[in-house]
């Protein structure tokens, strides 16, 4: 069983930059992902189990980096430029596919999720 744990959000004002974490066992391609008030949770970024290769959401592209430790067993996904439409619960997935992958059924494990506020 595979235990996905973010930490990180929190409150920030448009522009500024929030990294968040997301600590797991074994090495698994995972994601991060976004979930909006009454919406479908969707796509932000992935990367693949190595860590060498990575794919993003056009809304996020040159904005947000995601990045992983294999050692220290964290997935990292660095926020800058924030803006009010990047508030959103925030999610870590890993898949079993050697990644990365965008398709929100490709991955089986879940975090709980970490709130992120951007205030205009």
């Known amino acids: 069983q595979v235990q996905l744990v973010e930490s990180g959000g929190g409150l920030v004002q448009a522009g500024g930059s929030l990294t968040l974490f997301c600590t797991a066992s074994?090495?698994?391609?995972m994601a991060w992902f976004r979930q909006f008030p009454g919406e479908e949770r969707e796509f932000v970024a992935a990367i693949d189990w190595i860590g060498s290769n990575t794919a993003y959401a056009d809304s996020v592209k040159g904005r947000f980096t995601i990045s992983k430790s294999n050692a220290k067993n964290i997935l990292y996904l660095q926020m800058n430029s924030l803006k009010p439409e990047d508030t959103a619960v925030y999610y870590c997935a890993a898949t079993t596919k050697s990644g990365p992958t965008l398709f929100k059924d490709d991955y089986r494990y879940w975090g709980q999720g970490t709130q992120v506020t951007v205030s205009s």
């Open positions: 074994g090495g698994y391609a």
